[in-house]
């Protein structure tokens, strides 16, 4: 270097020195740096693997009856939060559920509302045996809209035919719906059905026939109590009394084939007492 040059050679060799172990201290501060930003970039999560910390980690598919969707969808919710199973649901008429899972749907756990549709399945081996249990049952009531004048319906045929007029009432299909079924087993014991057959709007599940008179359609209709717990626009105006049908049963089983681990422990978590709460909360009752 110029400046050196005026420099005695024992001042050129500590400056030569000094300028070479401040290159080396340069170099290690370089080489740190450069590590800590790899190490950084090693240890921080990436953007798909935070996605997937907040998401479940497993599913589980279930088939279940129109009138559990309100209680089983606040169920999947709690269950999902402890377990990180999610559950994806499939509403509809036990008997097109059922079908469905005979025809080969991808189902993992079905819940009937009737006994008749879960035995048609454990006859083709379609659940597993040691699962199915009677987990809830309900109360079959008569409903009207909200705004109806009529407040309280007395079971016999005058009275049902001066409150539906020249109309009909809403109900599900007896033919397939557990809830007809239950709905015509009331009216033959009350000796209504007679009366009361070509009266009748069938509709393909108890929820179709909630909403016929939610919506004004029919000025009466046969629904299950819990059914008419979670419709707003709905009151109930009469209540049958249980012997007039059939206990209303919901059975639930796992799927043979199915996600077996998953699902035995969903089972397990709706006949523990957090599932129980809110199924007493939303009208069920529980079989003996």
Known sequence: MLFEAGLGSAAQTVLRRIFARNAILAAVLAINAIAALVMAFATAPSASAQASANTPQASITVFAAASLQDALTTAAKDFTATSGIAIKFSFDASST??????AGAPADVFASADLDWMDYLEKLNLIVPQSRV???GNRLVVIAPKEAQLTALALDA???????GGDRMAMGSVETVPAGRYAKAALEKLG????LQNRIAPAENVRAALAYVARGETPLGIVYATDAVAEPKV???GTFP?????????????????????????LAFLQG?????SFSAQGFSFPN
């Open 134 to 136: 009677n987990l809830l």
């Open 158 to 164: 005058p009275s049902i035919e001066a409150a539906l």
């Open 242 to 266: 249980p012997d007039s049908h059939p206990p209303i049963v919901y059975p639930f089983a796992a799927v043979t084939g199915g996600k077996a681990d998953a699902s035995a422990r969903f």
């Open 192 to 195: 209504l059905w007679a009366s």
């Open 97 to 102: 559920l059922a079908r469905q899972i005979a």
């Open 273 to 277: 007492e957090t599932a129980r709460r």
């Open 235 to 237: 009151k109930i105006v």
